[in-house]
């Protein structure tokens, strides 16, 4: 059966430029958009992007933060270290937060089951105050408090960038209506994520961290969301959700060191699409983080839309290497409180 997905793009998001060389290039998105367009995968359609409004954005950055955002509008500036902004960047980065609205809007008024932002920059390393890590507005949390504002209480928010999500964990660290989780290459850039880190105050137990070791592969990703992020899921019954899908665990990633496949990611997506199915009315959104190999991008994309759009995962079997194993023992003990794992 061919469900509808919906692909959110915006041609000025390929226009974003940080600078020569920067490996969050424009071709990433230039690469995606015309593969998509010119081999389209049955079941799709594309809907163009709208920017945020200020209020949408508001509900995760502080003012101070947007008028930063702002000063840069039109021109080229560099924000931090890594993070900088050619003459349309601020334009994308407010496209990139809009169409994080509007999917959340399409999947709970039924208009699509799941959808993909395709969009740049990306959004997971920015916090409520400041920009992070090629980030300028963090999309997907900005997506969750649209889906909070609509009276959505337990969302699911899915990192499988192979860096920290420290964003969006700053973001909702003592909010137990959104749970986080978020595994990544550790040590590594940003230098979050221990599994110490399981959220503050009310929120306690609604983060969930799971670092690994440099050289994880397809089974080692597979049995960590088997095993700890499928029974955190079946306990916690989202409503809706997200996907922080960064695709930079991908064996040829120039970033990364780590050896995910495209047929990794496409059952790492059918375990997501799966858990949404059984509990969220299948309601799942992807957004676009990192992965900086034009080809391994391209491919774990198409390979994660064919698997929204009901194609039939490949199924990998979940298992893991000695890292993989020793990370799970750990996510087990930090969790133990709040979750039976
Ligand atoms: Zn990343």
Redesign the pocket.
């Known amino acids: 059966m061919t469900l509808d997905t919906r692909l959110y793009i915006h041609p000025t998001m390929t226009l974003h430029d940080p600078g020569h060389g920067h490996p969050e290039s424009p071709q990433r998105l230039k690469t995606l958009y015309q593969s998509l367009e010119e081999s389209p995968i049955s079941g799709t359609a594309f809907v163009q992007a709208t920017p945020a409004s200020k209020e949408a954005i508001a509900r995760i950055h502080q003012e101070h933060h947007i008028q930063h955002i702002e000063e840069a509008r039109g021109r080229q500036s560099s924000l931090d270290a890594d993070t900088s902004t050619s003459e349309k960047s601020v334009e994308a980065a407010y496209l990139a937060a809009g169409a994080g609205v509007q999917v959340i809007d399409d999947l709970l008024s039924g208009q699509t089951k799941t959808g993909f932002v395709l969009s740049r920059p990306p959004g997971h390393h920015a916090e409520a105050d400041r920009v992070m890590g090629f980030c300028l507005f963090n999309t997907i949390a900005v997506a969750a408090a649209q889906a909070r504002s609509k009276g959505i209480e337990r969302i699911l928010i899915v990192d499988w960038?192979?860096?920290h999500g420290n964003g969006t964990q700053h973001s909702f660290y003592e909010d137990p209506y959104v749970l986080v989780f978020n595994t990544h290459q550790f040590p590594f850039y940003p230098g979050t994520g221990r599994h110490s880190e399981v959220g503050g105050g009310d929120g306690r137990g609604f983060t969930v961290n799971c670092p690994l070791p440099a050289g994880m592969a397809d089974g080692d990703y597979l049995k960590v969301f088997e095993e700890v992020l499928v029974p955190v899921a079946e306990s916690y019954k989202p409503q809706l959700i997200l996907v922080s899908a960064?695709f930079?665990a991908h064996i040829r990633d120039p970033?990364g060191a780590m050896n995910v496949s495209e047929d990794g990611y496409a059952d790492l997506c059918g375990m997501v699409l799966n858990l949404a199915q059984r509990f969220s009315d299948g309601r799942l959104a992807l957004f676009l983080?990192?992965g900086y190999d034009l080809q391994g991008l391209e491919k774990s994309v198409r390979s994660c839309i064919q698997v929204l759009t009901g194609k039939t995962p490949p199924q990998i079997k979940a298992s893991a290497q000695k890292g993989g194993d020793k990370a799970i023992e750990f996510a087990r003990a930090a969790q133990a409180p709040y979750w039976s794992l």
Do not use: N, R, T, Y
Request: net charge negative; no cysteine.
């Open positions: 960038d192979v860096h960064g930079d970033l983080e990192g």
